[in-house]
């Protein structure tokens, strides 16, 4: 018996052997093939260029644009007060007086702004105006400089503002006890200086701050008023990355929004690479179809899986190898990296499947160019609130700007974040090997039909339905994100609606799609017994791969009313309600999954019939839950 | 014993059966010839058989092993219609890759790759194969497919679309494999290059075997060789004998009963020719009777449609009708 096991364990240790040295003698042969079709000289010129953008966009980040560098001329002499603003600012390049040369008529001259002996400020010529402005720009730049240098803080501000940046109460839910302030509140200090600056009279009532609920915060014990952002029990959302509005304190000409500028844009280069690199792996594919190549390496011993692997490694790792370049260049952490190979892996995968689809060069690049509109905004633009609301976290983009700003992250935010990357990356690579076989491959078939060959590749056997159901949880999870993403700045009177809606019809379409599937390509006998069996497995399996998504608990996600509307209220306290409320699901799933199972056993528009049936079934369950738990 | 074995192989792709239900046993070192019209069903065939499409039904067995087993791959050369390369590579690298891929030590690989290019006459091996002819890039396919000694190969129309010099060449280069013991699965359009490589054939036509056997049995039951007797008879009314007669006879004796006809008549036999039919005759006739058939039967179902439960009516149908040819045809 040993004997046999220790046999079994060997074979099984020499498949892997060889499945790794297929995969990576494909994978060295990519490189080398694809090098191959490039010339050294492009070659050299590539890296030039990429050298030249890598420079030139580090620098860039580094001190800015500089397109104002010396754009004005300015006449004035070394004694004067204004000769240090000129010289320190950018905009200005410094003539002395005896250099200026003014025409007969004095309408140019070869300075914009000229400083008379006597201190007066003029401008001449066609830029004059504006240099001015510039000029008075660069005073005000300049005296901050200068306050912000001076000894005695107090004397240099003598009204100081604190910013504390409060969770917005989304919805009208009331917090018990906490949150009574619901708009952003500045809690000012309005200290009055005794000349040494040394001490602060915190007196509550000071009308010279103008804004906001005055508040004694300071050091000498003042109570908060319940500001906190961590509300016990309330519907506020938690705190994520309020620790990245660096100046809390400030002039009043200082205080911006929580917009974590430099670190988005810092971000955001992860994604640029991400976008060329598609491009090379999604021909690489296409070529293997369109040209017929694919064909012989499909006779050979390797498997679909090993070429498939093989011919994306490469590219993966040059992703992985930019994104360290990256991290190493703007200064971020093992985080950084982390966080930007989900987001690799997902656009390889969605450029492989759509690939796998395309029937020419044309639709290739109407799909890549989609991927990276889609996938770039997707990651993108939820960074953009990682200083606002826990959505941000729906993108790993967003671990970045944390990890770029200094914070920490949990293990439950990246997991958030990545698993659904990773998870939808790894369903889009077997929904693409499920076509990269001959008859697909080399088909002039239309796209939804591969979708529908992909899907049928996948089913073997009834246990397959409820494996498949559990598997497109995280595309329904990201779907359902995404449509919550972008509804959250809809009024609420439209958006819960239609999420509402949105959300019945992208689970319901991912428990019935491979049973249309099955059916379509005789996996399954078109007969009701059948039809019923294959609802019932996909309900089951989809409740138990719904059970997951409880994760967007991890992050508060379901406080936000959009977010209820997506994924459910939370659980109320009563064990029957309790026990109701867990097993309701199940007999939703079941049912609707049943009536488009049997709508697919019937074909196409008997299908999408069931399907707007179970949607709407759906969708009246959610909204009656909902009404029942309120 | 047969080194390849398929049994009732069959494919569809959604209503359309491309192959249905072949069945035939290919002997090691043989040479097995696969024709049929376009649409037949002879690439899918081939391509079951070197494991690309997966059957529908039925199994196809080579050397003991079956398709999507890399045993089977590593024992078959598979050189398909349309061989496109990797163009940016060269013949050497191109092939040096492949050897790796079927585990090919790497000495043993090179030794192999120069003795291939240098029997097909392969020069310029280190240039591009974006910059070859058709003749040579079809070489270099051919070499490829031998890159792993494979015992089966697999060639479908092997010298499409080549000039004639370099098409005499690679039927030549069959023939030599052959005699070195390789069994190979041969398809082509060209039924003179059947007719000289192949030891068996199966004819196929709507994606089924209507013929089978050595090309001379397959002749032989397609009327084999027709004896055409020319005869003049004496009219008997001093009219001068110059009308000629022909008759047309499948064997000596038919030949005899008209000589004894003609001489009872007062006749004479001016001339006795053999007529042999060629492959080509055989196969316009057979995919003729078969294309009959087929709307025979198609017709048949259409009246029988409604009676009977649509999909076992339509398997039943093309069962019973596959035995009658194979019956009347081997």
């Known amino acids: 018996m040993s004997d046999e096991r220790e046999r079994d364990t060997r074979s099984g240790a020499a498949r892997l052997r060889g499945v790794l040295a297929r995969t990576t003698r494909i994978a060295r042969w990519e490189v080398f093939r694809s090098t191959g079709t490039v010339d050294r000289k492009t070659a050299l010129v590539l890296v030039g260029l990429l050298l030249t953008v890598g420079i030139v966009g580090i620098s860039v980040a580094d001190e800015g644009l500089g397109l104002e560098d010396e754009l004005y001329v300015m006449a004035v002499d070394e004694d004067s007060q204004y000769h240090d603003v000129a010289v320190e600012s950018d905009s200005f390049r410094v003539i002395g007086l005896e250099d200026l040369e003014i025409t007969d008529d004095g309408e140019d001259a070869n300075a914009d702004v000229v400083v008379t002996q006597r201190g007066q400020i003029g401008h001449v010529g066609p830029n004059g105006a504006v240099a001015y402005d510039a000029f008075r720009d660069a005073v005000k730049e300049y005296n901050e400089r200068r306050l912000s240098q001076e000894a005695n803080q107090t004397a240099a501000y003598p009204v100081l503002v604190d910013l504390e940046y409060r969770d917005r109460d989304l919805g009208g839910a009331t917090a018990d006890g906490s949150g009574t302030d619901t708009d952003e509140s500045e809690t000012g200090d309005d200290s009055t200086t005794d000349g040494n600056g040394g001490s602060e009279t915190t007196d509550g009532t000071g009308d010279d701050s103008g804004t906001g609920t005055e508040d004694s915060s300071d050091d000498d014990g003042g109570t908060t008023d319940g500001t906190s952002g961590t509300g016990d029990g309330s519907l506020q959302v938690p705190d994520v990355g309020s620790g990245a509005v660096e100046d809390a304190s400030g002039t009043p000409g200082s205080i911006s929004p929580p917009f974590p500028f430099q670190s988005l844009l810092l971000a955001f280069l992860f994604v640029v690479p991400m976008n060329f690199v598609i491009q090379a792996y999604g021909s690489t594919i296409m070529d293997e179809r369109i040209k017929r190549r694919g064909e012989l390496l499909l006779v050979s011993p390797a498997s679909s899986r090993e070429i498939v692997a093989g011919k994306t490694l490469p590219y993966l790792a040059a992703l992985v190898a930019i994104a360290v370049a990256i991290t190493v260049a703007v200064g971020g952490g093992p985080l950084s990296v982390a966080a930007a190979i989900p987001i690799a892996l997902l656009f390889l995968a969605a450029t492989f499947v759509g690939a796998m689809l395309a029937r020419s060069y044309k639709e290739l690049t109407f799909v890549t160019v989609t991927i990276s509109v889609f996938l770039t905004t997707y990651t993108f633009i939820p960074a953009v609130f990682t200083d606002v609301t826990p959505i941000a976290l729906i993108s790993p983009l967003t671990l970045i700007v944390m990890d770029l700003q200094g914070e920490t992250v949990r293990l439950g935010e990246y997991l958030f974040s990545t698993g659904p990357f990773l998870a939808s990356a790894g369903i889009c690579f077997l929904l693409g090997l499920g076509v990269y076989r001959e008859e697909d491959m080399f088909a002039q078939k239309a796209i939804p039909v591969k979708v529908i060959d992909a899907l049928a590749s996948r089913l073997h056997g009834y246990r397959s339905v409820p494996i498949l159901s559990m598997l497109f949880i995280p595309f329904v999870f990201t779907a359902q994100l995404l449509a919550v993403a972008l509804l959250f700045a809809v009024p609420e009177t439209f958006a819960l609606p239609m999420i509402f809606v949105l959300a019945a019809a992208i689970e319901e379409f991912a428990k019935s799609i491979h049973v249309y599937a099955g059916f379509a390509r005789s996996k399954f006998e078109s007969s009701l017994r059948i039809a019923v069996l294959l609802g019932v497995l996909s309900g089951v399996g989809f409740f138990v791969g719904e059970k997951l998504t409880h994760v967007a608990q991890f992050v508060g996600l379901p406080e936000l009313t959009v977010g209820v509307a997506a994924f459910g209220p939370a659980l109320s306290s009563d064990p029957l309600l309790l026990l109701a409320l867990f097993f309701a699901p199940l007999v939703l799933h079941v049912v609707t999954a049943v009536i488009s199972a049997l709508g697919a056993s019937r074909g196409q528009n008997a299908y999408a019939v069931a399907f707007v049936i179970a949607t709407l079934v759906h969708a009246a369950y959610n909204l009656g839950v909902i009404a029942l738990v309120a | ?330």
Do not use: W
């Open chain 2, 1 to 330: 014993m047969a080194i390849l074995e398929v049994d009732d192989l069959r494919k569809e792709y959604g209503g359309f059966t491309a192959v249905d239900g072949s069945s035939f046993a290919i002997e090691r070192g043989e040479v097995f010839g696969v024709v049929g019209p376009n649409g037949a069903g002879k690439t899918t065939t081939l391509k079951m058989l070197a494991g690309l499409i997966e059957p529908t039904a039925g199994t196809a067995v080579v050397a003991g092993h079956t398709p999507g087993d890399p045993e089977m791959a590593r024992r078959l050369g598979f050189l398909p219609e349309e061989s496109p390369l990797y163009e940016e590579m060269t013949a050497t690298d191109y092939l040096e890759f492949f050897a790796d891929l079927y585990d090919v030590p790497r000495t043993v690989a090179r030794d192999r790759i120069d003795r291939t290019l240098e029997r097909l006459d392969l020069e310029h091996r280190d240039r591009r194969l974006g910059n070859m002819s058709k003749g040579m890039k079809r070489k270099v396919a051919i070499a490829r497919a031998l890159v792993n000694d494979p015992d089966v190969l697999i060639f479908d129309e092997p010298a499409s679309g080549l000039d004639p010099l370099t098409t005499n060449y690679i039927i030549e280069f069959t023939q030599e494999l052959s005699d070195e013991g390789k069994t190979i699965v041969f398809s082509a359009h060209n039924l003179f290059h059947v007719e000289s490589v192949c030891d068996r054939i199966i004819i196929m036509n709507d994606g089924r075997i209507v013929a089978r056997g050595t090309i001379d049995a397959i002749r032989k039951a397609h009327g084999g060789t027709e004896y055409h007797v020319y005869a003049t008879v004496d009219a008997g009314n001093g009219a001068p004998i110059d009308d000629e007669f022909r008759h047309v006879v499948a064997d000596m004796a038919g030949v005899e009963s008209v000589r004894e006809t003609v001489e009872r008549d007062g006749g004479r036999i001016t001339d006795i020719q053999t007529e042999t039919p060629t492959l080509e005759d055989i196969f316009l006739e057979v995919a003729s009777e078969s294309r009959e058939n087929s709307e025979s039967r198609k017709n048949n179902e259409g009246r029988n449609g409604a009676e009977r439960d649509g999909r076992d009516g339509d398997e039943s149908g093309r069962s019973d009708s596959d035995e009658d040819t194979a019956e009347a045809r081997t």
